[in-house]
């Protein structure tokens, strides 16, 4: 019998984590500058699941708890004929054929009424929350995933952008969209404009009378910077304390078209690595 290999000394390779994605650090001329490396988040695997999880977990925390009057349809004067007299049992109002109360019923009380004590909100573990924001940032990498959104980008366009610090100092439109103009996308900017329609249904009497479709993602360090970009179609600027899984992917479709700040993607690996495993 040969004698057992000895394990000393031996050359296996060791397990390495996967690299950082880098990108280029692109100036306010719209020019490439030297390459910037993300966060191991911008390499996790894209589970469109686990997003649509966790924004309908954060769209279920905004909904008003809601229900009906408790004599809604029973303010009727009503009697019950009785059985055997070859009409339905539904109750009718007083001295007439006419039905009345019951949910079959024009002006009957609603059958399956919204409850006050209904448990509206929806539950996410923190593993799936913290892994579907990863996911999420993931997908703003990958130019297939952010088109099929319906983005515009050039085929030479790195994502995600990644921009110099003094974009969090823009405080025009006019300055703001003569830089996208540089990256080639007021494109994006234009699509939402045009698709900006009045909304269908009720909606529109209660507040949201136009529907507006999402445009650029613009992530700063900290609250207040980029305002020039506020009032752009579609576009929204997220603070990266408070950026979250919905602001990367609206309605629970993940690859929004996103721009970072260099100090916004310092601060976001700075708060991946105190987020837990």
Known sequence: MSAPKSTVGSTEPASHSPPHPHVPLVTLKGSPGPS?????????????????????????????????????????????????????????????????????????????????????????????????????LAATRDLKIVRARGHRVADDTHLPVVVEDPIEAVGSSKTASQFLERLGLLEDIDRARDGTHIRAGRGKRRGRLRREPSSLLVVTSAPGKALGFRNLAGVDVVPIGRLGTEDLAPG??????????????????????????
């Open 36 to 136: 910037v490396a993300l966060p191991l988040a911008f390499s996790a695997p894209v589970r469109p699941d686990l997003i649509r999880r966790a924004v309908v977990a954060a769209q279920s925390h905004r909904i008003q708890p809601h229900g009906t009057r408790p004599l809604a349809g029973l303010r009727h004067s009503v009697e019950w004929s009785g059985k055997g007299k070859g009409v339905a049992r539904t109750p009718r109002l007083m001295d007439s054929m006419r039905g009345a109360q019951a949910p079959n019923t024009v002006g009957g009380r609603p059958a399956h009424p919204p409850r006050v004590e209904t448990l509206w909100q929806k539950k996410i573990n923190t593993k799936e929350r913290h892994r579907a924001f990863a996911a999420a």
């Open 252 to 277: 629970g479709d993940p690859g929004r078209l996103t721009i970072f700040s260099h100090a916004a993607i310092t601060a976001l690996t700075a708060r991946l690595e105190g987020e837990p495993e």
